[in-house]
T-cell receptor
Framework: GAGVSQSPSNKVTEKGKDVELRCDPI?????LYWYRQSLGQGLEFLIY????????KSGLPSDRFSAERTGGSVSTLTIQRTQQEDSAVYLC????????????FGEGSRLTVL | QKEVEQNSGPLSVPEGAIASLNCTYS??????FFWYRQYSGKSPELIMS????GDKEDGRFTAQLNKASQYVSLLIRDSQPSDSATYLC????????????FGKGTHLIIQP
């Protein structure tokens, strides 16, 4: 597609439920990144993919968070047993390769955990 | 741990004036620097990238880089109300295979 596409744009869930957030990167971009932005905070790195592999999972805040990428394209970020502190905007970004510096962001998925 | 520091603001500038946004970074080896603009409720949008010491101009925007002082700035000339947003400074590195490390952003308000 022309840009990075994320869904859902908004998700309200109850504490303890699982949620899945989806990202479809720019066509041809091999590197995909997930960030989290809490209210009034900067962007927090979560995980990145080069192709289908995730060499760096160091940013995932807990083992309730996981992510996968299939076919070198679409990625899914899963949060199990959601907590109120998980409420944030989850941003996906892609770039052509890990060598090119410019990241292009999707519009984000706003998660609210009640 | 790479760090990127910005004054959170708000920075208030009258319409038509020059807005000056500043950023410092901790890793002396950093080579690539970016400015993103983020409107409220929207995702970050790339404005400029800069890789070499000196100035880089693009329309009303000028990015300035001083690697010796570990300092990056963004100047916005002839500021418009539509420039009101949060400006994020980002440095390549620290976020997985040289992903970007972001500052918390400076909130800029252009007063009509």
């Amino acid at each position: 597609g022309a840009g990075v596409s994320q869904s859902p744009s908004n998700k309200v869930t109850e504490k303890g439920k699982d949620v899945e957030l989806r990202c479809d990167p720019i066509s041809g971009h091999t590197a995909l990144y997930w960030y989290r932005q809490s209210l009034g905070q900067g962007l927090e790195f979560l995980i990145y993919f080069q192709g289908n592999s995730a060499p760096d999972k160091s940013g995932l805040p807990s083992d309730r968070f996981s992510a996968e990428r299939t076919g070198g394209s679409v990625s899914t970020l899963t949060i199990q047993r959601t907590q109120q502190e998980d409420s944030a905007v989850y941003l996906c970004a892609s770039r052509r390769t890990i060598l090119t510096g410019e990241l292009f962001f999707g519009e984000g998925s706003r998660l609210t955990v009640l | 741990q790479k760090e990127v520091e910005q004054n959170s603001g708000p920075l208030s500038v009258p319409e038509g004036a020059i807005a000056s946004l500043n950023c410092t970074y901790s890793d002396r080896g950093s080579q690539s620097f970016f400015w993103y603009r983020q409107y409220s409720g929207k995702s970050p949008e790339l404005i400029m990238s800069i890789y070499s010491n000196g100035d880089k101009e693009d329309g009303r925007f000028t990015a300035q880089l001083n690697k010796a002082s570990q300092y990056v700035s963004l100047l916005i000339r002839d500021s418009q109300p539509s420039d009101s947003a949060t400006y994020l400074c980002a440095v390549k590195g620290g976020g997985g295979a040289d992903g970007l490390t972001f500052g918390k952003g400076t909130h800029l308000i252009i007063q009509p």
